[in-house]
């Protein structure tokens, strides 16, 4: 097998261990030790293998159920479940509902996410850890319980409106739950971390002589900012706000719990028709146009970034 | 802090979306340890009593347990498929191994509604709607990817001088594996099973598709009751699910930490 021969870039690393001793003699060994390791790896059946278990099991689990869903999209009970989207216009108007709703959480989340990631970058060892401990904990914690707590807080007998209220700013409560409103403040809350995390990962690569450069030159700390360091932290931007954008097109718990019943988004749609309608086809039908348009954003996204980076690669 | 333009502004605006991201979820709390009888703010005096419920309704009781035994499965299940598959993809030599690594992450880009009702399609087939094992597959479905993508980066790190110097001193390969390489990825190892076991613990999309009445997880029960009536039991049970997962991510951060020292 010709893919367990080692590969070049690692003899040069082997006489590490040799040339530490630092003899002529020791050189002679470290190729002995080569050709050795070269011939033992030959014999190691190869790694690749270890690999299967894990494909399999997704194609079964995974790519199964998504294959299945495209198929009953088309057989239960034939392709006209695709008709929905000419016949009703609830169907039509929950994609657009959906498609704003992610653009403008996209927005607000770069907005407030730029600053802090920026900070967390440029600040201190010990501030920084504190920053990225606030966004972690939220990061991991439960969206349910996330999106409860805002309800506690949005609701008309919520906290902000009893304050709103026993202040005398306003007579009735306003309508901060049960609309879009509500669900993008959730889905703000719930995505900020993931757009603080691409972006601080984004900075970190970084090379901060050029802003320092750019400094001794004789840029102002902001020109240095705005010609230097932002376009430079472009990447991060992108990886952000595609895996921000990508999650909100297909978000059901933060809508149905915080957004119009009414109104529902794409997420909500699906869940009805499969959960509630039992319509297996339709429901099928409105997640393959939900999964083509995923697939076609993320595709154009991998065009401005490097998708393994934002899945969370390190390079 | 001295070469940010701005400052001032700067350091407040942060400190406000600080408070913005940790301080809405912490209301739960105050109010799981409510006198009254209603989930409403403000709470009324302190008790206990929401936490009895939770410990002592069958309801609330199993589907914490279930949830328990759920996300032990899954993270051993998934840290055991995804130790060896980030092992093959990144150090496997055969065609398409690159397309193959992206693709084995595809259940992070797609959406969680569409893997939740594809996994309920395929399951009503094979008749596992409402067991645990099916829990366990779907949820390691959703926990596979993040274990692949913290034992890459953690093979990646570490230094295979190290393993071509055991072998150079005659060491087997099975025996380099178990004693140079897995000791030193395991820490990264231990997180990620950690982050698995987190990513089934607060799993609920496709835990409403696959579970049925008998067999509930702990966020199941909390949605189901966030819909119906509310009684705060609902912020107990919510208290419980934050903090096991904190708990959780703190041993894992400490893991990770192990392996940079």
Known sequence: MAEAVIRPNDPPDAPTVAAASGSAAASTVSTVSTVRTARTARRVPGWGLLAVPGIAFLLLFFGWPIADMAILSLTEPSPANYAVFAESPVYRDAYVT???????????????????????????????????????????????????????????????????????????????????????????????????????????????????????????????????????????????????????????????????????????????????????????????????????????????????TVMGYEE | MRRIPWKGGLRTAVALIAVFLLLPTLVVIPLSFTEGSLLRWPPRGFSLRWYETLLADPAWRDATLKSLEVALWTALAATAIGTTTALGLTRGRFRGRQLISSLSLSPIVVPTVITAIGTYFVFVRLGIVGTTAGLVLAHTVLALPLVIVSVTNSLRSFDRNLELAALSLGAGPVSTFFRITLPLVAPGVAASALFAFITSWDEIVVALFVTDPVVRTLPVVIFNQLRSGVDPTVAAAATLLVLVTVTALGVALAARRGLKT
């Not at chain 1, 506690?152 to 209220?165: E, H, K, P, R």
């Open chain 1, 98 to 308: 959906t498609f704003l709703v992610a653009v403008v959480t996209t927005g607000t989340c770069l907005l407030l996410g730029y600053p802090y990631a920026y900070v967390m970058h440029a600040s201190g060892r010990r501030l920084a850890l504190v920053l990225g401990f606030f966004v972690l904990l939220p990061f991991w914690s439960s969206i349910l319980v996330r999106t409860f707590a805002w309800s506690v807080w949005l609701q008309d007998s919520g906290i902000v409106n009893t304050a709103l209220m026993s202040a005398g700013v306003i007579d009735e409560p306003l309508p901060l739950i049960r609309n879009a409103l509500g669900t993008t403040i959730g889905m703000t809350h719930v995505l900020l971390p993931f757009m603080v995390l691409s972006l601080y990962a984004g900075m970190r690569r970084i090379d901060p002589d050029l802003t320092r450069a750019a400094k001794s030159l004789g840029a102002s700390p902001l020109t240095a900012f705005r010609r230097v360091f932002l376009p430079l932290s472009k990447a991060g931007i992108y990886a952000g706000s595609l895996i921000v954008f990508v999650i909100s097109l297909g978000f059901y718990l933060t809508p149905a719990i915080l957004g119009d019943p009414g109104e529902p988004l794409v997420g909500q749609l699906i869940v009805e028709q499969v959960s509630g309608q039992l319509e297996f086809g339709v429901g099928g039908a409105l997640g393959v146009v939900l999964l083509v348009s995923t697939l076609v954003i993320v595709g154009a996204g991998t065009r401005l970034v490097d998708l393994r």
